[in-house]
């Protein structure tokens, strides 16, 4: 019997992404709600009207 790298290949291959797949996907998922939940307050900031500015002083070194 000989080596097939070429089957050796698509096995491994097949396996890492079927372990990627399974322990990614929670990651993946939390990922979308925080996405989605930065969708929401992002709307919900743009509501306010009047937002106060805040401006620092460019160059000025840190404060002591």
């Given at each position: 019997m000989?080596?097939?790298g070429e089957k050796?290949?698509?096995e491994v291959v097949g396996i890492?992404?079927?372990y990627l797949e399974?322990?990614?996907s929670p990651v993946i998922?939390?990922?979308d709600a925080l996405e989605s939940r930065l969708v929401l307050l992002e709307a919900?900031?743009?509501a306010v009207k009047?937002?106060?500015v805040v401006r620092v002083a460019a160059g000025s070194?840190?404060?002591t």
């Open positions: 000989s080596f097939d050796f290949g698509r890492v992404k079927d399974r322990n990614l998922a939390r990922l919900q900031a743009g009047n937002k106060p070194g840190p404060a």
